[in-house]
């Protein structure tokens, strides 16, 4: 069955500006996590959606949110973006819990001048 | 602060050696244990797990082993592959808690032919 597929794959963008990230998840599961790549940090967790409900949060600032759709996709958004917000943002899908098996997908490569 | 750290930003073996990766944590409420290997322009693909009731979890060429009482753990790759040169990343949780996978920064395994 097709993987956790996300878009767009690279984004440039400037500071100030707001941006809109996909993620469609595997057929069937209902958990989506977003997470921040950064060298420095490595792996950040952002949020956790089920049922269209945000049911985890990250240390993260509010210009960081999401949401999800009654066929389980989920996108994320932030807003007045900051040089800092430049990293691989990584949608991971699972059946029912975040701590069921998570399958990752390639990831959105943003760019922030 | 980090709670899951794997000290070692890299490490290099030669092909048919073992390759240990190691990862040490903070938290004493965290009950379970991930490892996720990650190659270039892809995202993280889950690679073995362990629980805390366990002190070693084998599957086929990987095993991790678990000291609790030394909060870590470690990932053994017997014998190792030019194909397992990859980041890998630890990752940790607590079931039936908050549910957030924490993870590590992760170690760049280079395995030489």
């Known amino acids: 069955k097709a993987g956790v597929t996300q878009t767009p794959r690279y984004l440039i963008k400037t500071r100030g500006q707001q941006v809109t990230l996909s993620c469609s998840p595997i057929s069937g599961h209902r958990s989506v996590s977003w997470y921040q790549q950064t060298p420095g940090q490595g792996l950040q967790f952002l949020f956790e959606?089920?049922?269209?409900?945000?049911?985890n949060k990250g240390n993260f600032p509010g210009r960081f949110s999401g949401r999800q759709f009654s066929n389980s996709r989920s996108e994320m958004n932030v807003s007045t973006l900051e040089l800092g917000d430049s990293a691989l943002y990584l949608c991971a899908s699972s059946l029912v819990r975040n701590t069921d098996t998570q399958y990752f997908g390639p990831g959105t490569r943003l760019t922030v001048l | 602060d980090q709670q899951v750290k794997q000290n070692s930003p890299s490490l290099s073996v030669q092909e048919g050696r073992i390759s240990i990766l190691n990862c040490d944590y903070t938290n004493s409420m965290f009950d379970y244990f991930l490892w996720y290997k990650k190659y270039p322009a892809e995202g993280p693909t889950f690679l073995i797990s362990?629980?805390?009731?366990?002190d070693k979890n084998e599957d086929g060429r990987f095993t991790v082993f678990l000291n609790k009482s030394a909060k870590h753990l470690s990932l053994h790759i017997v014998p190792s592959q030019p194909g397992d040169s990859a980041v890998y990343f630890c990752a940790a949780l607590k079931q039936g808690g908050s549910e957030k996978l924490v993870f590590g920064k992760g170690t760049k395994l280079t395995v030489n032919p």
């Open positions: 362990i629980s805390s009731i366990k």
């Open positions: 959606y089920f049922s269209e409900t945000q049911r």
